[in-house]
């Protein structure tokens, strides 16, 4: 094995001759090994961060009674297009494992504060949520304890009723009442400014509707796609009712969701190429000066292949010192900006690690490659100082 | 002599000048490409999220209590107050007038529909009761300067699907796609409404699906729920549909509040509720509310893709300041033997590196120029893939450039700079 020795013993040697060049080609290699795993750890996190950001509109998916009545003569007459709550249930065996489900049980009643002279008829929302999460151990429908007698009023209504926080709030339905202490609710802008939103137990008590909803509103988090598969699989489920996506908001966030992933994909391809291709003109610079090592190897009878593999080698070396080193870095780099873009850390992603190590190598290897060229000049010029 | 030895250096060394000034006209154009989509995003999301639909709701001020279930307002005709429809054009009069995309009134009238087929299939009395929901579909709107603007449901609720075609006229509606189911109603049929005495028979134009409560409804020219409510250019609600800046803290406060400088600056800035404190202000006796829901999460994702995308941007910056700084340090350990000539027939430090640097700065403005043209092409191509409209190639982005590829090339080559001008003459003509 002397021919391995050897080879080892060049290595070493190439490696301990300039320190200095070593050194700008190990930072640019790292560098660029860190920016790319930075910028793509940050890409892949970011898609399925915007998912979950979408949810900030809400609810996407709406579980109804089909077709019976509608919604209109619902409301005059509740009893006609209600969902049985075990709805809840099999929507809860159903496909992803974290879904945010609100049951609504709408009615109209006359609600009257010691405040207001005149009753003033307004829509009760009674609202369960539920967390449906199958991810954990524990797979669970986690039902948070409603505050007893406790109202959320909408800024709309409590303008209405002259209202204000605390105050108790007597609503009453087809000669049935329940009470309710006030807690005025944020402007919102939409149809719950206007409501007045109570626990489902005393909607049902008050309709005189027990076990029943009017509709169940999901948000459900994933991938446009994702989310049209569950609507699909979730309608086939539950037969008896009616599952279609809030299109205003599953269009607009597929729509939305193509072009950011779109931009975030081409931006980051560029910034890539371009980082590959600048770490590249740096190690073709510095590479260009071991003319001379060249030549003195190709004058004590190096063939040329040999001298060659010796280069690449000295490269593939250095990419994968560079590339180890960067790559950890950029996933380090990129948890913090994670954190300043979503406020969260971003996930490190183990996929990214190898992938920009892999690169970095490989641009090492091509940056060294233009040595090629230099296989084909004569020793003897490169010690005239010709070439 | 100075401009010579400048000359004389890019003469002797061409490959490797070209070898800088490529990495750094690469570098450049993927910078000027990022920074202008960067500039341009927030403009193109803006209007792609305008396909949630409207971000305002305009209410009458003084209402009853709206007795609303996901969007549908089941109140009786008769109940509540009502806007009147000709101040519409108003809208388009105010400060943020560009910035409405549209908006479409609304009126909803309950009433019972039957058609001649489902007539046929059971008891001759059958009808069924469903809401009338009165709007625009694509309605012209007269504004005070005399120019007409055209707006409605179309523009606003793009998520709407009409299998067939929207109503043109009163005599034609669309019938909601579970009513619809419910009813037996086919495109082409007659729908008879009747509501409080009154009869009116519309042609169904097309069969709707909005994903909401309209699925369940028949949708009308606004004219025909007018009538069924005896309310003539009237209406309740109007949706408007604007482009918006995300809002901060400075946009959330009450301008009620706010001194004449900063409701100055709040009213010049298309926040959400700016805009709807102009629409406030137009539109007499009306509530103008921010729909949160929309406006708050269109804001957030907003910021983040933005910053996103400054991040890349920075990270193309990095990348070039990387090559250049590298091809530079290399030239310089290349050249030490021209400047110890230099140095030894009395050049001083700063003499060299003034020359250096002057060197170092043509090839920052030749390669950014060329940077800065290649990326305004790169620029269109992705704004022209990705959103259907290239960013506009501004003169702020290449003045930014230039500055940007003069600070790379002098940051890249800063310290071996300082190094050459250390360098020991006499030790370099020895050849150590």
């Known amino acids: 094995m002397p021919d391995r020795r050897m080879f080892w013993r060049i290595m070493r040697r190439l490696f301990a001759a300039q320190r200095g060049r070593l050194l700008v080609i190990l930072l640019a290699l790292g560098a660029g090994a860190a920016l790319s795993a930075a910028l793509l750890n940050l890409q892949v996190d970011a898609k399925s961060r915007l998912v979950r950001e979408f949810r900030v509109f809400g609810p996407n998916v709406i579980v109804a009674p089909r077709g019976a009545g509608g919604s209109s003569a619902g409301l005059s007459t509740p009893g006609e297009s209600t969902l049985d709550e075990s709805v809840v249930q099999q929507v809860a065996q159903s496909i992803p494992p974290r879904v945010t489900a609100d049951s609504y049980l709408y009615l109209v009643a006359a609600v009257s504060s010691s405040a207001s002279s005149q009753p003033v008829s307004a829509v009760i929302a009674g609202k369960r949520s539920e967390l449906i999460d199958r991810s954990s151990w524990r797979s669970a429908i986690v039902t948070p304890r409603g505050i007893k007698n406790r109202c959320l009023v909408g800024v709309k209504a409590s303008e209405q009723l002259n209202l204000q926080s605390a105050d108790r709030l007597m609503l009453q339905a087809g000669g049935r009442e329940e009470s309710c202490v006030s807690e005025i609710a944020d402007r919102r802008g939409d149809a719950e400014d206007s409501q007045i939103v109570v626990n489902l137990d005393a909607a049902q008590r008050l309709a005189a509707l027990p076990g029943k909803i009017s509709l169940m509103q999901l948000s459900v988090t994933g991938k446009p796609r994702e989310i049209q598969a569950y609507i699909t699989a979730l309608a086939q489920k539950i037969p008896s009712a009616d599952v279609h996506g809030l299109r205003q908001f599953t269009d607009a966030e597929a729509k939305i969701y193509d072009r950011i992933s779109g931009l975030l994909t081409t931006t980051t391809a560029l910034v890539l190429v371009l980082t590959g291709l600048c770490v590249m003109a740096a190690m073709t610079n510095v590479a260009m000066e071991r003319r001379a090592d060249v030549g003195l190897m190709k004058a004590i009878g190096g063939a040329t292949r040999r001298v060659l593999r010796l280069f690449l080698a000295e490269a593939a070396l250095l990419g994968l010192a560079g590339g180890v080193v960067g790559a950890a870095a950029g996933l380090m780099l990129s948890i913090s900006l994670g954190k300043t873009v979503f406020g969260v850390a971003a996930r490190p992603r183990l996929i990214v690690y190898p992938v920009s190590v892999a690169l970095t190598i490989l641009v090492a290897i091509v940056s060294a490659y233009p040595l090629r060229r230099l296989a084909s000049i004569s020793p003897a010029s490169v010690f005239r100082g010709e070439a | 002599m100075f401009l010579r030895l400048v000359a004389d250096s890019f003469a002797r060394r061409p490959r490797r000048k070209l070898l800088t000034g490529a990495a750094l006209a690469l570098g450049m154009a993927v910078v000027t490409a990022a920074f202008s989509v960067s500039l341009d995003v927030g403009d193109r999301l803006a209007h792609e999220f305008r396909s949630l639909g409207a971000n305002l709701l305009v209410t009458p001020q003084a209402d009853s209590l709206p007795l609303e279930i996901g969007g549908v307002d089941y109140r009786p005709v008769d109940a509540g107050a009502y806007l009147p429809e000709r101040d519409l054009g108003k809208l388009k009069t105010i400060f943020w007038r560009n910035n409405i995309v549209g908006f479409a009134p609304v009126m909803e009238v309950p009433v019972e529909a039957w058609t001649k087929s489902s007539q046929s299939l059971s008891a001759p009395a059958y009808s069924v009761k469903t809401t009338l929901i009165g709007t625009w579909a694509h309605q012209p709107v007269a504004i005070p300067d005399g120019r007409s603007y055209f707006t409605g449901m179309e523009q606003t609720n793009s998520w709407w699907h009409v299998d067939g075609r929207w109503f043109r006229d009163a005599a034609e509606c669309l019938a909601g796609k579970s009513f619809a189911a419910r009813a037996g109603v086919k495109t082409g049929d007659v729908l008879h409404i009747n509501s409080s005495g009154k009869n009116i028979a519309l042609t169904v134009t097309g069969i709707l699906s909005a994903g909401g409560p309209e699925d369940d409804a028949v949708v009308a020219p606004l004219q025909v729920a007018q009538q069924f409510a005896g309310k003539p250019g009237q209406y309740r609600r109007l949706y408007v549909s604007a482009l918006t800046k995300p809002e901060d803290d400075f946009a959330r406060r009450n301008p009620a509040s706010m001194k004449p400088a900063e409701l100055e600056r709040w009213s010049c800035s298309p926040y959400a509720s700016s805009i709807a404190y102009q629409i406030k202000q137009v539109l007499p006796g009306v509530d103008a509310r921010v729909i949160r829901r929309v406006a708050e999460g269109e804001g957030s994702i907003l910021t983040r893709v933005r910053s996103l995308l400054w991040l890349a941007t920075l990270a193309a910056l990095l990348a070039a300041v990387l090559a250049v700084g590298a091809s530079s340090a290399a030239s310089v350990i290349e050249r030490r033997s021209e400047i110890g000539l ?91």
């Open chain 2, 342 to 432: 230099m140095k030894a027939i009395g050049a001083g430090s700063g003499t060299i590196g003034f020359l250096l640097a002057a060197e170092q700065l043509l090839l920052a403005f030749v390669g950014g120029g060329v940077g800065y043209a290649l990326g305004i092409v790169l620029a269109r191509i992705l704004g022209e893939k990705i959103f259907g409209v290239a960013p506009e190639p501004s003169i702020l982005v290449f003045v930014v450039i230039l500055g940007l590829a003069a600070l790379v090339t002098l940051l890249g080559s800063a310290i071996p700079l300082r190094r050459a001008s250390r360098y020991e003459p006499a030790q370099i003509l020895r050849g150590e």
